[in-house]
Every structure is written in structure tokens, then in C-alpha cells.
């Protein structure tokens, strides 16, 4: 089993910084990717950013420049984090971290980010 979960979410105002973060524990024995996903009232779960076991990142054309994710593995602990600047009222969601293991996906209970004007 794995598990993933998120913290850091919470109500912040436009223009301002939020940090999530996601734990991930358990029989973990391979990650290709670590990756956060958002989901907005009424919309499709939607790719944020990723970062692939070599380092490597992408992100939406909607948050280049103001994300920033990283990984860090500290003994038995991964933690991928959301550095997130600048926001706007848009990227207001609940937003979910997932683990890609190269045969399963595995996703985290979510957290809510809210951005007020």
C-alpha cells in the first residue's frame, strides 16, 4: 500500500504564496513521477506540474513562472512539494498530488486552495 498526503492548502489572497506539500509512505519500490493535479468547481482534473525520478519538471502553461515543484527523499520518506507565487483567483481548486510507480497511479485525498481578491 501506498499513501499520500497533502498539506499545506489553505485560504490565501491574490497575489500571495502558498506551499504544499505530499508525503509518501508505504511499499513504495519504484517512482517515475510525481506529480500535482487541480480540480476547479465544475472542471476537469487538470496537470499542474510534474517531476520525473531524473529531476526533470514540466509544468501548465497556466502556472509557468509562478509554480515550482520539488522532491526531496529523506530515508524512507518522498515528499514532493508546490511552491506556488503569485497566485490568482483562478487557480483556486483542490489540488492533488499522485505518485506514477511506472504500473499504478496513486493519488492523495487532496487539499483546497483558495485565492480571494
Known amino acids: 500500500q501506498v499513501q499520500l498526503v497533502e498539506s499545506g492548502g489553505g485560504l490565501v489572497q491574490a497575489g500571495g504564496s502558498l506551499r504544499l506539500s505530499c508525503a509518501a509512505s508505504g511499499s513504495i519500490f519504484r517512482i517515475n513521477a510525481m506529480e500535482w493535479y487541480r480540480q476547479a468547481p465544475g472542471k476537469q482534473r487538470e496537470l499542474v506540474a510534474g517531476?520525473?525520478?531524473?529531476?526533470?519538471?514540466?509544468?501548465a502553461d497556466s502556472v509557468k513562472g509562478r509554480f515550482t515543484i520539488s522532491f526531496s527523499r529523506d530515508n524512507a520518506k518522498n515528499t514532493v512539494y508546490l511552491q506556488m507565487n503569485s497566485l490568482k483567483l483562478e487557480d483556486t481548486a483542490v489540488y492533488y498530488c499522485s505518485l506514477d510507480s511506472g504500473w499504478k497511479k496513486y493519488w492523495g485525498q487532496g487539499t483546497q486552495v483558495t485565492v480571494s481578491s
Open positions: 517531476i520525473t525520478s531524473d529531476g526533470s519538471t514540466d509544468y
